[in-house]
């Protein structure tokens, strides 16, 4: 399982230099424009050169609108501002062929300039309470459009996570679809220590965090901190570890 973590800024990246050796990637975002809010490309340039060059940068583009062309041109803005993973918050897509139309064209934008660039069909677990795309259609999303992993996140962060809005059976079964159609599966939304066992289990691929490891649990007003990045690893490594073994670790 990779480790995803989310700096608002190009300081929050010099924490997570600090931690690279216990991250896997490098996303970023603008938390006050969203859960999957879209930073400046000046942002996303200079966290590409502080984070290590073997460490590849994330770059969200938006909770988006059904504006497939608009869309396209934020993905582009976002690869070539020097993020090689682009994520795309499926927020104004009401059905699956929406999803499906916005990310086609990212797809295209994306890999007509970099072909070995990395799209994310993101949707949010929470989607009844704002009327996107059902969270288990995001892999069949993913697999029509040619984006290589489906994500789900939460949309409304207000203190709730992932496993409130759904169960950790479904978020398995968003795995197993995922995995089916032959794609990497990626789950965030205020995830903690207390979930990776659940997590392991079900084969996720990509875990994204921020608010885990910022100081005070708090994605807003909390700073990325380096001993919470290294903690958060040793738990996810610890929780592999005893997967692999076949005995359940103690939390």
Known sequence: MLLLISPDSVEEAFACAKAAEHLDIVDVKKPDEGSLGANFPWVIREIRAVVPADKPVSATVGDVPYKPGTVAQAALGA?????????????GCTTPDQGIEVMRAVVRAVKDHRPDAFVVASGYADAHRIGCVNPLALPDIAARSGADAAMLDTAIKD???????????????FVRLAHASGRLAALAGSVARADLAALTRMGTDIVGVRGAVC????????????????????????????HAAGTPAVN
């Open 215 to 242: 100081e005070g649990g708090d994605r807003n007003t909390g700073r990325i901190q380096p001993h919470l990045v290294a903690a958060f690893r040793a738990e996810m490594d610890r929780q592999a570890g005893e």
């Open 79 to 91: 690869v070539v501002s020097g993020a090689t993973y682009i994520k795309v918050g499926l927020y």
């Open 159 to 173: 203190g709730t996570r992932l496993f409130d809005h759904i169960p950790p059976e479904t978020c398995a079964e």
